[in-house]
T-cell receptor, first 114, second 114 residues
């Protein structure tokens, strides 16, 4: 089955600096890679995703890159703000017909220091 | 408003009690999921359903059971709660968007078994 590894497990950055979270996956059939943000005591929410036919996607201060050959993808947050502090989960998913299998990474706790 | 709801949000019960965690969604999604998560930690899939009368066990073995009699309702039952069941339980649903499935999470039920 799919195995998703996520690093680092914790990350502290100064406000305004950039943060990078990296994930690797094992199943070459995975074709969809969402990122979820979970604030303390709240539900995970999708913040950005990327499909396997795209190498990079950007949404304001957030960007995700995908290297299919190396089977790794990364989340980049620029100009970090205190409200970016949360746990971030990557995931790898494959869908075929009506079947979907999502495997989550172990999470990265990001702390942005004001 | 279309959303996914979970009740109760918090539950403290004694060992041996039978409990049912409720999950309902008003988005018309066919696919629903239950995850177990210790606060800020990894998401473990324990059950999923592709539609009415369809239920499957997830990656993490669980003593809980689920049912899916109606599209919008996916309750989880523990016949005899134990302290090891203390955790947060997140319900989710998904639908295909351009062939990929974005998961929407409920607010979670935090269960404590004494």
């Amino acid at each position: 089955g799919e195995n998703v590894e996520q690093h680092p497990s914790t990350l502290s950055v100064q406000e305004g600096d950039s943060a990078v979270i990296k994930c690797t996956y094992s199943d070459s059939a995975s074709n969809y890679f969402p990122w979820y943000k979970q604030e303390l005591g709240k539900r995970p929410q999708l913040i950005i995703d990327i499909r396997s036919n795209v190498g990079e996607k950007k949404d304001q201060r957030i960007a995700v890159t995908l290297n299919k050959t190396a089977k790794h993808f990364s989340l980049h947050i620029t100009e970090t703000q205190p409200e970016d502090s949360a746990v971030y989960f990557c995931a790898a998913s494959k869908s075929s017909g009506g079947y979907q299998k999502v495997t989550f990474g172990t999470g990265t706790k990001l702390q942005v220091i004001p | 408003e279309a959303d996914i709801y979970q009740t109760p949000r918090y539950l403290v019960i004694g060992t041996g009690k039978k409990i049912t965690l409720e999950c309902s969604q008003t988005m018309g999604h066919d696919k629903m999921y239950w995850y177990q998560q210790d606060p800020g930690m990894e998401l473990h899939l324990i059950h999923y359903s592709y539609g009415v009368n369809s239920t499957e066990k997830g990656d993490l073995s669980s003593e809980s059971t689920v049912s899916r009699i109606r599209t919008e309702h996916f309750p989880l039952t523990l016949e005899s709660a134990r302290p090891s069941h203390t955790s947060q339980y997140l319900c989710a649903s998904s639908e295909p968007v351009q062939g990929q499935y974005e998961q929407y999470f409920g607010p979670g039920t935090r269960l404590t078994v004494t």
